[in-house]
């Protein structure tokens, strides 16, 4: 129920707006509700349009090296095959010291790096390497300035088998 003057007079100190119990809690859980989705919209990890950069810091059993630049190269060749959002893999050994590996990542965005380690192709590399991987290092950047030139250079060290 409403009281007051009439609706030229609003506001008025004088109104009082009286609801039953139900109303209430219905507006307060409709503004409850609202409060939510509008914080919940303006929380977003990566925004989508933005590449993703990471970097990976590996250490591997030196028993079990050969075994995991086969499973790597497998991993890497199928990602860039068969997925449009896997923009970027590199894989580099530092030098005097094959075991410790690098990995460069760039995904179109966040969605494409959250469909790659998703693929079954990834899941077989983390499962199939667990045991050689003494350590794993992630590294998340914001990407700074990315270029790189078209070159058919890289194709030497590279091969990546269409089917």
Known sequence: MIRGEGLDSFPNPGWTVQMPPIWRLVLATAVFAACVSCSHASVSAEPSGHPVVRLAELVIDPNQLASYVAALREEIATSIRV???????????????HTR????????DSNAYDAHIASPHFRKYKTGTAAM?????LVETDPLL????SSDRLQSFVRIEER
Do not use: C, I
């Not at 991987?133 to 290092?137: A, C, I, M, Y």
């Open 83 to 97: 997925e449009p959002g896997v923009l970027t893999l590199y894989a580099v050994q530092v030098k005097g010291d």
């Open 146 to 149: 990315l270029a790189s030139k």
């Open 101 to 108: 590996v690098r990995l460069f990542e760039m995904y179109a």
């Open 133 to 137: 991987v003494k350590s794993l290092t």
